[in-house]
């Protein structure tokens, strides 16, 4: 024991002296060099960089790199490209933290050829360090630039980390959009993150297609022609060599890629992509038609390949097999021209065949000329016969190169096996062989003995050009051919595994049997290809064998919908899958594998999109102001990502899309124009990871005066402020967990439920304060303004603390806008919001409670500022997203900064004659009050406001006018509240209007004018919140008999007060006077409908009441005078006409638009059938299914409630479900299921007639099945109950609600085009 511990000892000290003389080394290296001065050489001036003494040569460039190849824990291998032959040396240069200026430990020397490129291998390097690269003998800017750096493979960490991409293609990537090569180049050279091993690059590294086709061009023109002279067949294969590697050099120069190649090791697996699309089986490059062209052609990009990809990995073989190849070549060559010579002479032979015909037949001819025409005829046989039996010679001297393309990496015990599947599919001479097979029999068993030997790994990683289980044949044939294998697409999957079953059986039965042998061993399959990500688990049917499969792409390209199955089979049900599939992102993969003796490997692997993390929705959706033809939705994602909000029309089908670049944390708002009016939409998101959560719908309005049916309007008013308690109060967002005990649903959850049934009548809910409870936010933002005072102005410590203080009032309302039914009711119909007492604090009001801190003037300052900025962008932003208006709104505050004095939060919106004024009372005790001043003597309303507010109500057609206020107009007469006020328990009075009496009686004889003016038959009802009950009250005008109603709402989930602190009745002056009616002492909130008479004649009639839970759910349900309100066309949209199979004929020429209408229609429907009949969609239904908890007669035994839970499960299965039926089929929405369910029950779809007796009341699934039994021994057939249904059923019922969307969209389509042609 005591010997070990001697010997460690022994190795710290060493390890300590070396460091410290390393150290020293590196000083005396560094003074050295900076007080030496160089001498110019004869070709140049000599350059330090990183402890080398660069000589530069001056017209030597470099052209591509350095591309760091296979890097060992020991040896390096650099691939470098000049512009003209030089004699280059590589000096490798050791960095460390002891040494950080860099030493060279090792140098290499290479004579580059001209514009072609070479690789300079280093040996003898040490495991686990830092090193860069740097060159001598090239022009001073490339050895400047043109630096590499690489780290040795650590054999004591035993760890790989390791980076894949494919699908490169850089001009696909637009003018904007992030490019995922500079997130590469971020990821790997910034020293703080973990350090890339490897990356591997999996097809698609330089994009071919168009050098390829213009090198067929140079070789096409050139092959026909018969002038060509020995030797120069060569030179055309240069300038197409050159034209090929240009093509390289283009691509591996971009910005951020060339820095990507030199900072870490790379591989390479060849796809079609790095030559031409599908070349191993387009029937125009086979050698039958494309002749010597393509197979030339096809011989020289491979030739390119090798020199640029598998010149990174390969240092033994590659030279002698480029020198087989240049042998092959030139007896190739002189294969040709002989060949050309001997077409030559055999066409020569035959003129002078023919020439002696015609001499024969010539009697004419005298005999010296037959005879001289004889002898050349000789000649020529002669000459043709040798000809031929030069090409026979020389043929059979060609001897070809293995043409392999496979290897196999070792790094510790990791393996890492690169599996080619395309060069087995051409000859060593470039010919196709299409009928090979993607991997050779001798290619397997190398694989085997590769994996399994004497230092066998324990952890496996294998790369293949595309995914090793995809999706089965039977759906390849579907999904990427469109049909069976004669179609054309066909052969441009014909390369994949899916349709190379054995192969594919023999790889995966390999890697398992691999794996199974010994317990600590894992395996990684890393795949390309298919230009979207994939994270896939294969498991063996019936066992825990499972391994993971990580499929990347698109690195540059444009990312391509996901079409396969989430989960299925291969080979015979042997092999299962699950994806988990990352689209709409271009992406890379990243694993790290750790493989130890004596420990199990790990392999932990993931995908990364285009922002590092997947992204997820914090906030929202929250759906603004909705109008006739327009929307607004706000919603916040926690990462920085593209977003698409994706609105669809429940009746037609349509879905808009909008995309933004959405920044993270901060809340953005979607703005939808251009919408069909009296329609319902759903609202979806694409881009995070929980869109089925966050899911949302509104109704727009009917345009008035259309359809004949009158005016409608119905607004809900509610209210969180508990604002008589001193210290600030309480959200009714926060306290909704308290009053679960004693009441079962608050207004916030029956608000959810009533609106998001299509056309709920609720045209928009009004919030008059307290939507946030913002006390806790301040007082932790508070902490960090005051440390934000300490740091230098403008400086970044200050940024970030006060960035991190907006960020804490952000999370106050994403905590308040995601709890339990306050998200869902948000995310549907319509919301407007005024700001209170609870949205900006006690901190700013000046209240005492237990959010109170002390404060300096510039933190309070620096917090009334943030605060007015979260609610701009939370709460202003659902009417007026980001300011878009190109002038100032009627009626509206404007949003300059607050320099310009314009701090009020204001808004007028207006409904036909129907105009709502919300009024801000916090913003002159905030921003305008005096210093030195009494608070309490400033107005309640700006002098601005005060303006707007009588341009609103000076419109024209204004008849109903609502004013809301987030504390009420009149509680307490002028001198109570005045009195009152001198309490410290009631000190929050001197913010409402009774304390401020000359602008309460300036407003209320204002009122009063207004409706004189107007004919008296104007109406002004005023609503509004903050003291926590419920009040109907009446104000009097005694001199013109006039009245104005007041309510006061509140509180919507928060705990109601016990009573209203006030006198009943009271006058506020000789001509005003007020009465308090009953107080509501319970949890509500206020209904004003506003209707006319059919046509929109005579007046609009205005009706408001104060409604308690239960009340609000019986008029918004109730049969009769409920606020549903469907348009009376919906009926005849489900209807259509019975046909034929048979009667679908195309229509050739001509047809009227119902007519093709009607064809599209027919077709859909047949393709919609097949569809659905699929094994795969089936089994999908039937997984939903089983998702619905099938017979709780609590839930389905009504169509509403069946359809609000069938709804959310079928629709997060249609965005996932295989293309094919996405194509063609309309997405689920509440409407089309509730409709097809009550045709169920009715009877009036599936199979029969159906006579059920209406009942009110819920039957319990006893009653049902009683029921159903009954009616199964009449002998007549029926649908199943909604109740009782089992998996066939339900999969019918789902089959009914698709073709029946299917039937409201073609009637829509047609109902629209009827419309226009009337105009």
């Known amino acids: ?93 050791l960095v ?54 690489f780290k040795t493979f650590d054999l004591e960490e035993r760890a790989l980390r390791v980076i894949s991409v494919s699908c490169d293609t850089p001009d696909k990537v637009l003018s904007g959009e992030p490019n995922m090569w500079e997130t590469l180049a971020e990821r790997c050279l910034r020293k703080e993150l973990p350090h890339v091993d490897l990356i591997l690059h999996l097809g698609g590294q330089v994009s071919m297609k168009k050098a390829f086709e213009d090198s067929w061009v140079i070789l096409k023109r050139h092959s026909e022609r018969f002038d060509l002279i020995p030797g120069e067949w060569a030179s055309i294969e240069k300038e197409v060599l050159e034209r090929l590697r240009s093509a390289y050099r283009f691509s591996w120069n971009l910005p951020y890629t060339r820095e990507v190649l030199a900072s870490c090791s790379h591989l390479m697996v060849c796809s079609d992509r790095d030559v031409y699309p599908n070349f191993t089986q387009d029937i125009d490059l086979s050698s039958d038609v494309g002749g010597r062209v393509v197979t030339t052609l096809l011989r020289l990009a491979r030739r390119v390949y090798r020199e640029y990809q598998r010149a990174l990995w390969d240092a033994d073989e590659l030279e002698d097999l480029n020198t087989k190849e240049e042998e092959m070549v030139e007896k190739v060559t002189k294969v040709f021209e002989a060949r050309r010579r001997r077409v030559g002479r055999e066409e020569a032979l035959a003129k002078a065949e023919k020439k002696m015909v015609e001499l024969r037949g010539n009697q004419f001819a005298d005999e010296d000329t037959i005879e001289a025409a004889a002898d050349r005829l000789e000649e020529l046989r002669y000459d043709l016969n040798e000809a031929k039996g030069i090409e026979a010679v020389i043929a059979s001297e060609i001897e070809a190169p293995d043409a392999r393309e496979s290897s196999f990496h070792m790094y510790g015990d ?112 890393m795949s390309g290809g298919l230009c979207h990500g994939l994270d896939t688990v294969i498991k063996v049917r019936n066992t825990e064998w499972a391994i993971q499969q990580l499929t990347t792409g698109p690195l540059t390209d444009r990312p391509q919908e996901v079409r396969c199955q989430r989960t299925g089979s291969v080979l015979d049900g042997y092999y299962e899958y699950e994806h988990d599939a990352l689209s709409h992102q271009r992406n890379y993969g990243e694993a790290l594998i750790f493989a130890k003796y004596g420990e199990p490997s790990t392999i932990n692997a993931q995908l990364v999109g285009q922002y590092f993390a997947r992204v997820g929705c914090i906030c929202g959706p929250v759906i603004g102001k909705v109008t006739d033809d327009s929307a607004v939705i706000l919603v916040e994602v926690d990462n920085e990502a ?36 009296d329609r319902h939409y759903t609202v979806r998101f694409d881009g995070f ?28 008013f509610l209210s969180g402020e508990r604002g008589n308690v001193a210290g600030g109060g309480m959200s009714s967002l926060t306290e909704e967990k308290k009053m679960e005990d004693s009441a079962p649903s608050s207004v916030w959850t029956i608000l959810g439920d009533a609106s998001q049934h299509p056309w709920s009548g609720m045209d ?76 900006f604090g006690s901190l700013l009001l000046g209240r005492r409670g237990e959010h109170s801190v002390t404060i300096s003037g510039k933190a309070k300052r620096r917090l009334r500022s943030l605060v007015q900025q979260v609610y701009r962008e939370y709460q202003r932003q659902l009417w007026d997203p980001e300011g878009i208006a190109d002038a100032p709104m009627l009626g509206c505050s404007r949003t300059e900064d607050e320099g310009d004095g314009n701090n009020g939060e204001w808004h007028f919106h207006q409904w036909g004659t129907v105009g709502v004024f919300c009024m801000d009372v916090k913003e002159t005790k905030l921003w305008k009050s005096r210093s030195g001043g009494n608070e309490s003597d400033m107005p309640l309303i700006s002098d601005e406001q005060w303006r707007c507010f009588s341009d609103a109500i000076s419109v024209e057609n204004l008849t109903n006018l ?109 001509s005003i006077s007020y009465e308090h009616g009953p107080v509501t002492l319970v949890h509500n909130c206020v209904l004003a409908k506003f209707s006319s008479s059919p046509g929109g004649e005579g007046a609009v009639n205005a009706q408001a009441d104060i409604l308690t839970v239960a009340d609000f759910s019986s008029t918004v349900e109730s049969v009769d005078g409920g606020l549903k309100r469907r348009p009376g066309h919906l009926a005849q949209l489900h209807k259509d006409k019975e046909r034929k199979k048979s009667d679908v004929t195309l229509i050739s020429s001509g047809g009227s638009e119902e007519e093709v209408e009607e064809q599209r229609f027919a077709l859909n429907l047949i393709l919609l059938e097949k569809v659905l009949a699929r094994d795969d969609i089936q089994k999908g239904l039937q997984a939903v299914f089983s998702r619905l908890h099938a017979g709780d007669s609590k839930s389905f035994d009504n169509p509403i409630d069946f359809s609000r839970i069938a709804n959310k499960v079928l629709t997060r299965y249609y965005y996932s479900s295989p293309a094919a039926l996405r194509d063609v089929a309309i997405p689920p929405n509440l409407y089309i299921l509730e409709t097809v369910a009550k045709m169920w029950e009715e009877g009036t779809i599936g199979l029969v007639e159906k006579e059920r007796p209406v009942s009110g009341k819920k039957k319990t699934k006893e009653e049902l099945q009683e029921e159903w039994d009954a009616k199964k021994g009449g002998g007549k057939k029926y649908n199943v109950p909604l109740a009782l249904m089992g998996k066939e059923q339900f999969t019918r019922f789902v089959q009914e609600a698709f073709k029946n969307a299917l039937v409201v969209r073609m009637n829509v389509l047609l109902q629209g085009r009827s419309e226009k042609m009337k105009m």
């Open 962 to 1070: 609502i004013i809301c206020c987030e504390v009420p107009f009149v509680s307490d007469s002028i001198g109570d509240a005045r009195y009152k006020a001198t309490d410290a328990q009631h000190s929050h009075l001197v913010e409402h209007w009774p304390y401020h009496g000359s602008e309460l009686l300036r407003l209320l004889n204002g009122l009063f004018d207004w409706r004189q003016s107007r004919g008296g038959t104007a109406e002004v009802t005023l609503i509004c919140g903050g003291i926590s009950v419920g009040v109907d009250s009446l104000l009097k005008h005694a001199s013109s008999g006039s009245e104005i109603r007041q309510i006061i709402t509140g509180p919507a989930a928060a705990e109601p007060d016990s009573d209203l602190w006030a006198e009943r009745t009271g006058v506020l002056d000789s």
């Open 414 to 525: 990791v393996g890492v096996l690169l599996v080619d599947t395309r060069w087995n599919r051409v000859s060593a001479d470039g010919t196709q062989t299409m009928s090979q097979p993607l991997i050779s029999n001798d290619q397997m068993l190398k694989f085997e003995s590769m994996i399994e030997n004497n230092n066998s790994p324990r952890a496996l990683i294998v790369c293949t050009e595309f995914p090793l289980v995809e999706m089965d044949r039977k759906e390849t044939l579907n999904v990427r051919c469109g049909g069976e294998h004669n179609l054309t697409d066909f052969h441009s999957v014909n390369s994949s595994f899916a349709l190379n079953g054995t192969l594919q059986k023999k790889l995966l039965d390999m890697i398992f049997d691999w794996k199974k042998r010994e317990r600590y061993r894992q395996v990684l399959l």
């Open 96 to 149: 460390d933290e002891d040494i950080p200026n860099g030493r060279v430990i090792a140098s290499a020397s290479a004579l580059c050829p001209a514009r072609r490129p070479t690789t300079i291998t280093v040996e003898n390097l040490l495991p686990g360090e830092s090193y860069v690269v740097t060159f001598s003998g090239v022009e001073r800017e490339s050895a400047e630039i043109r630096i590499g750096q």
């Open 764 to 839: 928009a809910v009004i919030h008059l304060g307290g939507q946030v409870d913002i006390n806790s936010a301040c007082a932790a933002a508070v902490v960090l303004l005051a440390r934000a005072e300490r740091e230098e102005e403008g400086s970044h410590a200050e940024k970030m603390l006060l960035a991190e203080a907006l960020d804490h009032l952000r999370e106050a309302y994403r905590t308040s806008w995601s709890l339990p039914g306050t998200r869902e009711a948000l995310a549907r119909g319509s919301h407007l919001m005024l700001r209170g007492a609870l949205d």
């Open 642 to 677: 593209p977003i698409t909000c994706l609105v669809c029309d429940c009746l037609s089908g349509v879905i808009l899309r909008s995309t933004k670049l959405l920044a993270a944390r901060r809340p953005h708002a979607f703005v939808f124009d251009g919408l069909e009016a």
């Open 689 to 716: 990871v929980n869109p089925d959560d966050r899911m949302g719908s509104f109704t727009t309005r009917r345009r008035d005066g259309d359809s004949g049916e009158g005016f409608s309007l119905n607004l809900v």
């Open 1 to 93: 024991m005591g010997a070990a511990e001697s010997d460690l000892a022994s190795v710290d000290s060493l390890r300590d002296q070396i460091s410290a003389l390393e150290k020293k080394l590196s000083s005396i290296s560094t003074q050295h060099q900076d007080f030496e001065i160089w001498p110019e050489a004869a070709d140049g001036r000599i350059l330090t960089v990183a402890g080398a003494r660069l000589q530069c040569r001056g017209g030597v460039q470099i052209l591509t790199g350095p591309v760091i190849g296979k890097v060992s824990a020991t040896s390096a291998r650099i691939l470098l490209e000049t512009s003209v032959e030089a004699q280059v040396t590589m000096f490798v240069s």
